[in-house]
């Protein structure tokens, strides 16, 4: 089984919203695997300890770390750059992970687009296909299942979008060449969404920071652009799940929306 760690970066709102974009990122990995990442996550932990004093406990929240950075304004604002560059790179280090992204750019969209849905639909969708044609890594069956663990959101309506689309999941019919739908079922997914607190799992915080870098290169803050930050998230090529999104313009899997 694999399982889909995710985060966000950005608000899901259309009215009066402070960003323009609004990300998904999720990080799968084989539950055979899962033992051998978190020793590697851990090991880089210990080595951020020792280069800048970021304790094993404290948790790697990438906006808040430059913007609102709490206890850790003890680090040096540049060190918490490098921090998540480091992250970045240890990430795009270990082979058994994949990264699957999906972007809303709000601009110019209807006031009424649930974007929150619209988003969450997508990467449901891409991890759901990625599994029914056995595009991860590992020497696995095409059969494997996955489960979808996702930082605390808005719970109930992702049980309840989850829920729906196990009975109606419409996808554009590519064998039609008109505008045609069919219903395309979730088989491969098990369960509830099962919501985990960032500050508890080193891969949300993984699929925090993967968020965040691609949101800066959506639409970077002033410092961000200052700080090149939008050039962070191609660190991450060699986990990219290029599947999910194979017409993307910038050959780096985003499912734009």
Known sequence: MYLLYVDES?????????????????????ESRWQAVLRELLDSRRRMRQAFGLKVREEIHA????????????IRRNDRITILRAF?????????????????????KSQTMDVFERAWTALIQRFEDTLRHGNFPGPFATGEGGMIIPDNTDGEKLRVLLRRMRHY????????????????????????PFLKRSEHSLLIQGA????YLLYQRLS?????????LGNYYRRLRPILCTQAAPRDPEGLGIVRI
């Not at 906006?63 to 003890?74: D, K």
């Not at 069919?182 to 509830?192: A, S, V």
């Open 88 to 108: 970045a790179d240890q990430l795009a280090a270990i082979p058994h992970l994949r990264l699957i992204s999906v972007a809303v750019d709000k601009r110019g």
């Open 169 to 192: 999941n419409p996808i554009p019919d590519r064998r039609d060449l008109g505008d045609g739908w069919r219903n395309h079922p979730l088989e491969r997914i098990i369960e509830d």
């Open 63 to 74: 906006s808040a770390m430059l913007s609102r950075p709490g206890a850790l304004v003890r």
């Open 208 to 211: 925090d920071c993967a968020a």
């Open 220 to 228: 970077p803050s002033a410092y961000a652009r200052a700080k090149s």
């Open 10 to 30: 950005g608000d899901p709102g259309m009215v009066n919203s402070p960003t323009s974009h609004f990300v998904l990122s999720g990080l799968a990995v084989h």
